[in-house]
């Protein structure tokens, strides 16, 4: 063990997500590696785009994890002629005090669903840069937090691009993670028939963790240990990616930093206080890939998306992982 966390620690961390994620299986069926996915972006203080088709479970899966964490939930709609301040709220004159009161809006809960995110017009999906950067919103030179935990699960589908304004490279690099939910298996979709469930209104969770002992969690996530030679292991990829002749451009620090981020909170969820090259490896994919454009032209998203997945997988094969 290392001088940073006791045997303890690193226990109640692998329990506390254990019980999440178990408790979130009961509302997301079959989907283990989703969950997994989800629990250690949200650990890494992170936030999360899904990517896939409409009715898979992308609401599901934002609303199970509110509801195991006993933490406020909220969905934003984003469409063409949503404001910015539909979404961070406002000041109005209060005639009563004689000043101007701020009226939070959506974005100030803990789990924030971004449905369909890439309908909004690029103005309303800039309000989301600071509060996913720093946790907060400021609406008249007033800074107004949101509170702990935050993160925003955004959805996106990657097939309808017809009146949707693509994500900035620099909304992109606010999300830790990129993932899809994939279609069930056949016996798993069996279940979510009999269930007989349309909504997640419909869904009954109870708690498995309380908020302090959700921020504790995060916490011990920056005191997982990580040696030299993973985070040379770590550069090393990063730097391929910025020499790598099919990508416009490579991997931002903060690009490197979320995969190192990323790695810890992976650590913990398995029950270690340090860091694995497996750790590295499993998470290269969903951290950096959305943060990589290809230089040629590609005729639809799923293609482009594919062709970076195998850049990536070309530049970890030739890169040698620590013994």
Do not use: W
């Not at 063409?80 to 005090?97: C, K, M, N, Q, R």
């Not at 946790?135 to 800074?143: A, N, R, Y």
């Not at 550069?235 to 931002?252: N, Y």
């Amino acid at each position: 063990m290392t001088d940073f966390m006791t045997t303890g620690q690193v226990g109640e961390a692998r329990e506390a997500l254990a019980r999440l994620k178990a408790n979130m299986r009961l509302a997301v069926k079959g989907k283990d590696d989703v969950i997994e996915r989800a629990l250690v972006c949200f650990a890494a203080g992170g936030h999360l785009l899904i990517e896939d088709l409409p009715g898979l479970g992308k609401t599901t899966l934002a609303y199970s994890l509110a509801r195991s964490m006993d933490c406020t939930f909220s969905r934003i709609q984003f469409t063409s002629d949503l404001l910015p301040s539909d979404v961070t709220g406002v000041a109005i004159y209060d005639e009563h005090v004689k000043e101007f009161v701020f009226k939070p809006g959506p974005i100030f809960a803990n789990i924030v669903l971004a449905d369909e995110i890439n309908r909004a017009t690029p103005k309303t999906q800039s309000a989301l840069l600071e509060v996913m950067d720093r946790g907060k919103v400021t609406i008249d030179g007033e800074p107004h937090a949101v509170g702990a935990p935050f993160m925003v699960l955004a959805t996106q589908n990657p097939v309808d691009y017809e009146g949707t304004f693509p994500l900035p490279e620099s909304q992109m690099d606010r999300f830790l993670m990129r993932i899809r939910m994939g279609y069930p298996r056949s016996a798993d979709e069996l279940e979510i028939l009999r269930a007989q469930r349309m909504s997640y209104d419909s869904i009954q969770l109870n708690p498995v963790t309380v908020r302090t002992e959700v921020l504790r969690l995060q916490q011990l996530v920056t005191q997982v240990y990580i040696e030299e030679s993973v985070l040379d292991f770590i550069l090393k990829i990063v730097a391929a990616t910025r020499t790598e002749a099919e990508f416009k451009a490579g991997v931002s620090v903060r690009g490197g930093l979320a995969l190192k981020t990323a790695a810890q909170a992976r650590a913990l969820l398995t029950g270690r206080d340090f860091v694995v090259p497996e750790d590295v490896l499993d998470l290269v994919q969903p951290v950096l890939g959305h943060r990589l454009a290809l230089v040629r032209q590609t005729s639809d998203a799923l293609e482009e998306r594919n062709a970076v997945a195998g850049a990536l997988r070309r530049i970890v094969g030739g890169t040698t992982p620590p013994i």
